[in-house]
C-alpha cells in the first residue's frame, strides 16, 4: 500500500465564498481555501470560532447559506453527505454499538456492493494496518478508548476514499496515547497519502501533525501556514496568543521603524503597517539572560526578577519590565543559565534576537 | 516505615470495624426497598398464593384436581383461550404497526413538537379506561358518527358492523394499549445517537439503508418491550371487550368474572387466572429466548467502558 501514488488516492479541496449564518451569528464568513491533493492540513481554533462547521460542510452534515466547495473538478455543495465518498472519524467515533469491529469495518465496503472474500480480505488488512489484528470478533463495549479510535480510523480509510476527515478524534483520549497516536495518524497519512482535514482545538497537535495549520477564529481564516511560519511570523495578535505563550509590549511604529520608549528594535522583517496599536510579541523560550548586560546584537530590556518557578527540565522567569506589563522568559536548567538568574527583586537584563523580534497589529 | 510489624499493622488496621460498617450499609440500602417489598408481598404474593391453593379446592371442599380436568375436558375454555391470545397477539401487531412509525417521527421531531406530540399520545392514558371504551362505542356504533359520515360521505350505503365484533374490540384495545408500545420504544430511539447515522450516510448509506441497517436495529429492544408490554397486559383485559366486543368475544378475565359472580365457583375462577398466568410467564420466557433480550445492545451502548 505504501506505493500508491497520490494522484490516484487524493483529491484536492476547494473552498469558495463559504458562509453559515445563524442568526445575526457568523459560523462561516465567506470562507475561501485549497487544501492540496494529499495535504495534511488541520484547522485550529477555540471552540466556537466555526472550525467544526467548516468540517460539516465538507462532509455535507451542514448546508451553508452560499458558497462553493469542490472535490477535484467535481462541485459537491449539493451533494448529499452518502453520495461523497469521504472518510470521516467522528469525534465519539460514532462505532454502530449493534455489530462487532468486523462488521463495523464491513459497513461501508457492503454498501460499495464488494465481494464477500473480497470484504473479508481488506477487512482483515484494514486491521493489520491500525495494529488490531484477531480483534474482528469483538463487540465495541469491549474495546478500550485506544482502540475504538483505530477502529473508527479504519472504518473511514477501509473504502479507500480519497478526502479523510477527522473531528477532533484524539480529544478522548488520554495524553500519553494522544502523543502515541499522533504519530501513528502521521505515518498512516504518509503510507496512504489521502487529502487529510483535521480539526482540533489543540495547538500542540496541529503543530505537531500538519503540513499547514489554518487558524480559525469567528468563522474567518486568520492564517493559514506551515506550523513553523505560523509559530515564528504569526500576522495577528489573535494567532500569537492563540499559539503558544505569549507577552504582548505596546510599541510605536513610524516608517517602517518600531521602537519602544524612544529605544529604536532591530527587527526581522518590516512591522505590517505604520500607527499605533502596533505590539511587540514576546515568547518565553525565546527570551534571554544576559548576564553581562546590555548587548549590541540583541534587543535588550530591564526589569526586576519576579520570581523563579523551577519545572524540572527548564524554569519560568518572571520579570517586571521597565517597559511596562510583566515578561515570562523559560530557559533548560542547565546550571549556567541557572546561576546567572538574580534574586528576586534584583536587576535583570533580557535579551530578545533581532530574528525573533515580531511586531503584530492589535486589531485582528 | 518499613520497621512496624506485622501486629502492629494488624492492631491499627479496623478490619472488624470496616466490614461490619459494610454489612450495616448493605442492610440499610436493602431497608429502603423495605415497604415496596412489603407491597409486594401482600398484594401479589399472598393473594396469587391464595387462587393457586383455591384452584385445588373442589366442590366438596377438599383437594382436588376437578377445577383443572373440567378446563381441560370442555371445548368452550379452549376457545376462550384462543380468542385472547388471539386478540392479544393481533393488538400487538396493530400497535407496532401504528406506534412504530408515530415514535419514528416523534423522536424527530424538535424538542417542543416532540413534547406536543407526546402529551397527545398520553392524554387519552389520562382519561379513563371505561370512559375512553364508551366513547369508542359512540364513534363505531351503527348510527355512529363514522358510519354516519360515511354514509352522507356517499362511501357505503348501509352501515359498517365496527363494535359489537372482534374487529370493534380490536379498535379499542389497539388505541387504549398505543402507550404502552410508544413509551419505552421513544425511549429507546431518542438514546440512539445521531451521530451513528450520520456516521452511516459518511460511509454511503442512503437515508433508507442507514435507517434498516442502523436506526431500526438499535430501535429494536424498546420495541421488544413495548411489544411485550402491550401483549401481557392485553391477555388479562376486561372492560374494552366487555363493551365492544358485544359478548361475542369472551376474553378469560371475562369468563373468570362471571365464574364468581354468577356462580360463585371460586375453584373454577383461580384454576382460570393460574393457566392464564402460566402461558403468559410461559410466553415471557420464549420471548425473552427467542429475542435475547438482555444481550441485544442498548442504542447508548458504546459509551460505557
Not at chain 2, 411489544?227 to 392485553?234: K, N, W
Request: glycine share 8%; net charge neutral; hydrophobic share 45%.
Amino acid at each position: 500500500m505504501s506505493t500508491i501514488t497520490t494522484e490516484k488516492t487524493a483529491l484536492p479541496i476547494t473552498i469558495r465564498g463559504v458562509t453559515k449564518t445563524y442568526g445575526d451569528i457568523y459560523a462561516l464568513d465567506d470562507v475561501n481555501l485549497d487544501v492540496r491533493s494529499g495535504e495534511f492540513i488541520t484547522l485550529l481554533g477555540p471552540s466556537g470560532s466555526g472550525k467544526t462547521t467548516l468540517l460539516m460542510v465538507l462532509s455535507g452534515f451542514n448546508r451553508p447559506d452560499r458558497g462553493s466547495v469542490m472535490f477535484g473538478d467535481r462541485e459537491v455543495i449539493r451533494l448529499s453527505p452518502h453520495k461523497r465518498d469521504v472518510g470521516m472519524v467522528f469525534q465519539n467515533y460514532a462505532l454502530f454499538p449493534h455489530m462487532d469491529v468486523n462488521n463495523n469495518l464491513a459497513f461501508p465496503l457492503k454498501l460499495r456492493d464488494v465481494g464477500k472474500a473480497e470484504v473479508a480480505e481488506r477487512v482483515e488488512k484494514a486491521l493489520e494496518l491500525v495494529q488490531l489484528s484477531g480483534l474482528g470478533e469483538r463487540r465495541i463495549s469491549q474495546l478500550s478508548g485506544g482502540q475504538r479510535q483505530r477502529v473508527a480510523l479504519a472504518r473511514a480509510i477501509i473504502f479507500e476514499p480519497r478526502i479523510l476527515l477527522m473531528d477532533e478524534p484524539l480529544s478522548a483520549l488520554d495524553k500519553n496515547l494522544r502523543e502515541h497516536m499522533q504519530i501513528e495518524l502521521r505515518r498512516l497519512h504518509e503510507m496512504l497519502g489521502m487529502t487529510t482535514v483535521y480539526v482540533t482545538h489543540d495547538q500542540r497537535e496541529a503543530l505537531t501533525m500538519s503540513d499547514r495549520v489554518v487558524v480559525v477564529n469567528h468563522g474567518k481564516l486568520m492564517q493559514i501556514d506551515k506550523p513553523k511560519q505560523l509559530y515564528e511570523r504569526p500576522l495577528s495578535k489573535f494567532v500569537a496568543d492563540f499559539i503558544g505563550e505569549s507577552t504582548f509590549l505596546p510599541v510605536s511604529v513610524e516608517g517602517g521603524r518600531a521602537s519602544i520608549n524612544g529605544r529604536p528594535l532591530s527587527l526581522a522583517e518590516a512591522p505590517p503597517s505604520d500607527g499605533a496599536n502596533q505590539l511587540l510579541l514576546l515568547r518565553p523560550e525565546k527570551l534571554e539572560i544576559l548576564p553581562g548586560g546590555e548587548s549590541d546584537s540583541y534587543n535588550c530590556f530591564k526589569g526586576k526578577v519576579k520570581d523563579l518557578v523551577y519545572q524540572g527540565e527548564s524554569f519560568l522567569l518572571y520579570v517586571d519590565l521597565d517597559d511596562g506589563p510583566e515578561a515570562t522568559l523559560r530557559s533548560p536548567t542547565r546550571r549556567e543559565v541557572l546561576d546567572a538568574v538574580p534574586d528576586r527583586g534584583h536587576e535583570i537584563t533580557i535579551g530578545l534576537h533581532p530574528e525573533d523580534t515580531i511586531i503584530v497589529s492589535e486589531d485582528d | 516505615m518499613t520497621a512496624i510489624t506485622q501486629d502492629a499493622i494488624s492492631d491499627v488496621s479496623n478490619e472488624h470495624g470496616l466490614r461490619s460498617d459494610e454489612n450495616r450499609e448493605r442492610w440499610m440500602v436493602l431497608g429502603l426497598c423495605g415497604p415496596a417489598l412489603f407491597l409486594i408481598i401482600i398484594v401479589m404474593v399472598v393473594p396469587v398464593g391464595w387462587l393457586f391453593w383455591l384452584s385445588f379446592i373442589g366442590a366438596e371442599g377438599s383437594f382436588s384436581w376437578e377445577n383443572y380436568e373440567r378446563l381441560w375436558q370442555s371445548k368452550s375454555y379452549a376457545r376462550i383461550f384462543k380468542i385472547t391470545f388471539e386478540v392479544a397477539f393481533v393488538t400487538t401487531g396493530i400497535c407496532m404497526l401504528i406506534g412504530y412509525p408515530l415514535t419514528y417521527m416523534m423522536s424527530q421531531l424538535p424538542r417542543r413538537a416532540a413534547n406536543i406530540a407526546m402529551i397527545t399520545v398520553l392524554l387519552p392514558f389520562w382519561t379513563s379506561l371505561l370512559v375512553r371504551t364508551y366513547a369508542w362505542l359512540v364513534l363505531l356504533q351503527r348510527k355512529g358518527l363514522i358510519n354516519g359520515w360515511l354514509i352522507d360521505a356517499g362511501i357505503i350505503d348501509t352501515p359498517l358492523r365496527l363494535v359489537h365484533n372482534f374487529t370493534g374490540n380490536i379498535i379499542g384495545m389497539s388505541q387504549i394499549m398505543l402507550p404502552f408500545l410508544v413509551l419505552p420504544l421513544y425511549a429507546s430511539m431518542k438514546a440512539i445517537d445521531r451521530d451513528y447515522l450520520k456516521a452511516a450516510a459518511n460511509l454511503g448509506a442512503s437515508p433508507v439503508a442507514a435507517f434498516w441497517r442502523v436506526f431500526f436495529p438499535l430501535s429494536l429492544p424498546g420495541l421488544f418491550a413495548g411489544m411485550l408490554l402491550v401483549f401481557v397486559i392485553s391477555l388479562g383485559f376486561f372492560v374494552t371487550p366487555v363493551v365492544l366486543g358485544g359478548g361475542r368475544i369472551i376474553m378469560v378475565a371475562m369468563r373468570v368474572e362471571k365464574s364468581i359472580s354468577l356462580y360463585s365457583n371460586w375453584g373454577a375462577a383461580s384454576a382460570l387466572a393460574v393457566v392464564l398466568l402460566i402461558l403468559t410467564l410461559a410466553c415471557l420466557v420464549v420471548a425473552a429466548k427467542l429475542l435475547k433480550l438482555d444481550k441485544v445492545q442498548s442504542g447508548s451502548g458504546g459509551s460505557d467502558g
